[in-house]
T-cell receptor, first 111, second 111 residues
Framework: GENVEQHPSTLSVQEGDSAVIKCTYS??????FPWYKQELGKGPQLIID?????GEKKDQRIAVTLNKTAKHFSLHITETQPEDSAVYFC??????????FGAGTRLTVKP | DGGITQSPKYLFRKEGQNVTLSCEQN?????MYWYRQDPGQGLRLIYY???????QKGDIAEGYSVSREKKESFPLTVTSAQKNPTAFYLC??????????FGQGTRLTVV
């Protein structure tokens, strides 16, 4: 089955700096790559997603890039704010709706 | 309101007992999922279902069982065969190959 690896496990940045989280996947059949943000005690919420026919997608301060050949995708957050502090998860899904998650990155944005 | 609802929020189980976690959605989603989250760790897939009366095992299905008799409902039973059931359990649903919406989770504790 699919194996998703995510790095780093923790990330601390100064407010206003950028944050980058990277993921790799193993199953070449995966074609949908969402990113989720989880706040303490709550379920994850989607922040951005990308499909395999697209190389990059941007939504205000958040962007995601995908390299299908290398099987890796990354989340970029610019101009970070304290409210961006949370745990972020990447995921990879195939056409059978088998969705696997990375281990998560705890992002801390220091004011 | 449309959404996905998990109940109860907190659940205590004695060793050797089976317990069932409820997950209901009124989003008309085809796919439903169960994940387990341990402290400081990622989401591990227990079971998922693409359609009524059909479901597939994830990475850690041993000691768990599910049913999908109705499109709206995907209950998870944690059996006595699950040796370390204390965890945060998350249910999610989605249309095929699109954004998954998560419930607020059930925290299960063995006492």
């Amino acid at each position: 089955g699919e194996n998703v690896e995510q790095h780093p496990s923790t990330l601390s940045v100064q407010e206003g700096d950028s944050a980058v989280i990277k993921c790799t996947y193993s199953d070449s059949a995966s074609n949908y790559f969402p990113w989720y943000k989880q706040e303490l005690g709550k379920g994850p919420q989607l922040i951005i997603d990308i499909r395999s026919n697209v190389g990059e997608k941007k939504d205000q301060r958040i962007a995601v890039t995908l390299n299908k050949t290398a099987k890796h995708f990354s989340l970029h957050i610019t101009e970070t704010q304290p409210e961006d502090s949370a745990v972020y998860f990447c995921a990879a899904q195939n056409n059978n709706n088998d969705m696997r998650f990375g281990a998560g990155t705890r992002l801390t944005v220091k004011p | 309101d449309g959404g996905i609802t998990q109940s109860p929020k907190y659940l205590f189980r004695k060793e050797g007992q089976n317990v069932t976690l409820s997950c209901e959605q009124n989003l008309n989603h085809d796919a439903m999922y169960w994940y387990r989250q341990d402290p400081g760790q990622g989401l591990r897939l227990i079971y998922y279902s693409q359609i009524v009366n059909d479901f597939q095992k994830g990475d850690i299905a041993e000691g768990y069982s599910v049913s999908r008799e109705k499109k709206e409902s995907f209950p998870l039973t944690v059996t006595s065969a699950q040796k370390n059931p204390t965890a945060f359990y998350l249910c999610a649903s989605s249309f095929l190959n699109t954004e998954a919406f998560f419930g607020q989770g059930t925290r299960l504790t063995v006492v």
